[in-house]
C-alpha cells in the first residue's frame, strides 16, 4: 500500500557530497518516521540517520556533523544530505518509512525501498 522511490546515489570522491532523496506514496495516514539505512559488503545493514514528525533526528555516530537529515512533509519526501564523504561511506543505502494506513483499517506498516548506491572513491 505504501511504496517508497529513493533517488540521488552515484559515484563521488572523498572529500565530496550527494544528496539523496526518498519519496513516499499510497494510501498514507501518516507517516511517524522515515530514515536511512545503509549496508556495506559483509557488514550489516546500520541506521544511518531518522527523523520524526516532530523533527526529533537521530544520527549514526560515524555520520555526526557530515550528515543532515531532513523532511518535506506536504511531499512525503526525506532527504539526506552527506557532505565531506569517505570511502568508509560506501554502501547501498536503503530508505525507510514507519506509516499508519486506513486502507482497509488504520495500521502500522513498515516499508522499505528498492536501495541505492554510493560509492566514494579515495
Known amino acids: 500500500q505504501v511504496q517508497l522511490v529513493e533517488s540521488g546515489g552515484g559515484l563521488v570522491q572523498a572529500g565530496g557530497s550527494l544528496r539523496l532523496s526518498c519519496a513516499a506514496s499510497?494510501?498514507?495516514?501518516?507517516?511517524?518516521?522515515m530514515g536511512w539505512y545503509r549496508q556495506a559488503p559483509g557488514k550489516q545493514r546500520e541506521l544511518v540517520a531518522d527523523?520524526?514528525?516532530?523533527?526529533?533526528?537521530t544520527y549514526a555516530d560515524s555520520v555526526k556533523g557530515r550528515f543532515t537529515i531532513s523532511r518535506d512533509n506536504a511531499q512525503n519526501t526525506v532527504y539526506l544530505e552527506m557532505n565531506s564523504l569517505t570511502p568508509e561511506d560506501t554502501g547501498v543505502y536503503f530508505c525507510?518509512?514507519?506509516?499508519?494506513?486506513?486502507?482497509?483499517?488504520?495500521?502500522?506498516?513498515?516499508?522499505w525501498g528498492q536501495g541505492t548506491l554510493v560509492t566514494v572513491s579515495s
Open positions: 499510497g494510501s498514507i495516514f501518516s507517516i511517524n518516521a
Open positions: 527523523i520524526t514528525s516532530r523533527d526529533s533526528t
Open positions: 525507510h518509512a514507519d506509516t499508519v494506513v486506513h486502507m482497509p483499517r488504520y495500521r502500522y506498516l513498515e516499508v
